[in-house]
């Protein structure tokens, strides 16, 4: 549904998700991804937060980690 750039779909099936797998770290990431694509920033930047917080002992070089912090780090500019 993020490729098909339905925003609200995705968000809602991720929430699904969320709810069967509370703290999801996949799920968290969805949720934020859908919420920046759709333009909502300040929902995004909770979002993007909750999920860095989830996955909090990931490698740091992953690539939804590294996306997390950069679109974090652009909104405090």
């Given at each position: 549904?993020?490729?098909?750039?339905?925003?609200?779909?995705?968000?809602?099936?991720?929430?699904?998700?969320?709810?069967?797998?509370?703290?999801?770290?996949?799920?968290?990431?969805?949720?934020?991804?859908?919420?920046?694509?759709?333009?909502?920033?300040?929902?995004?930047?909770?979002?993007?937060t909750d999920f860095l917080t989830a996955w909090k002992g990931a490698d740091?070089?992953?690539?939804r980690i590294e996306h997390a912090r950069s679109y974090l780090a652009a909104?405090?500019?």
């Amino acid at each position: 549904m993020l490729a098909s750039e339905k925003w609200a779909d995705a968000k809602a099936a991720f929430e699904r998700a969320l709810a069967v797998r509370p703290h999801s770290g996949f799920a968290l990431y969805g949720i934020a991804l859908a919420n920046e694509r759709a333009g909502d920033r300040e929902t995004a930047v909770k979002d993007y937060t909750d999920f860095l917080t989830a996955w909090k002992g990931a490698d740091p070089g992953l690539a939804r980690i590294e996306h997390a912090r950069s679109y974090l780090a652009a909104q405090r500019q």
